[in-house]
């Protein structure tokens, strides 16, 4: 199994980024907070990985932390969740939050992320209140805000194109994650801010959760 993978960043994408070892770019899906830390093109790299193996593909998914990687496993442990959906619940939710969430026994707030329904959430419940428990989770509210470094994009066409694709890889239907796409943009440029891929996309998903 690979448990890691260490080397420079190369391009990234929808979701995911091209970890480059020796020469050879391993494509490593990732959640939004780990696109928010992401160091600049060429800049060293190493992500905690977990390995889903079929029959037909190999597929890595890549962590900061060994929370979020733990959370990304217990995840899995659960009657139809697959690394789809649990990348999304941690990309709508930060670790420390999605434990929250179901240790408090929110199946609203669950259930805003997409393909994630009323009885996926209370299994979800069920299945991890006291898992998630037992991780000891701690709130670390400037943990992101402290080492966020995202990629700045420079033409405001792609930099929507990449957002609304990176939502509709999350589940939402074209139309609403262009419109999230769009709205996140604006919001961030009547404030002064300076539009950067994660932010956005963090944005555009507050949108589609009210």
């Not at 977990?50 to 890549?62: A, K, N």
């Not at 194109?161 to 961030?188: I, Q």
């Amino acid at each position: 199994m690979i448990a890691e993978v260490s080397g420079t960043v190369g391009r990234t994408g929808a979701g995911a980024v091209i970890v480059d070892v020796h020469g050879i770019g391993y494509r490593v899906n990732v959640p939004v907070s780990v696109l928010e830390t992401l160091p600049e093109t060429g800049q060293p790299i190493r992500l905690l990985t977990h390995l889903i193996v079929r029959e037909d593909d190999l597929s890595l998914y890549g962590f900061n932390t060994e929370q979020e990687l733990k959370v990304f496993q217990l995840l899995l442990t659960v009657s139809g969740i697959g690394p789809k959906a649990a990348l999304a619940l941690l990309s709508a939710l930060p670790a420390e939050e999605l434990a929250q969430a179901v240790s408090q026994e929110d199946v609203r707030r669950l259930t805003k992320v997409p393909g994630i329904g009323a009885r996926t959430a209370q299994r979800l419940v069920v299945e991890l209140k006291d898992k998630f428990s037992a991780l000891g989770f701690e709130r670390r509210v400037d943990m992101l805000a402290s080492s966020s470094k995202a990629r700045t994009r420079s033409d405001r066409e792609t930099l929507l194109e990449d957002v609304a694709s990176a939502l509709e890889n999350l589940g939402y239907n074209k139309n609403d994650a262009r419109r999230a796409a769009e709205g996140a943009v604006a919001e961030k440029e009547k404030d002064g801010e300076k539009p950067e891929f994660a932010l956005l996309l963090r944005t555009a998903l507050n949108r589609l959760s009210k």
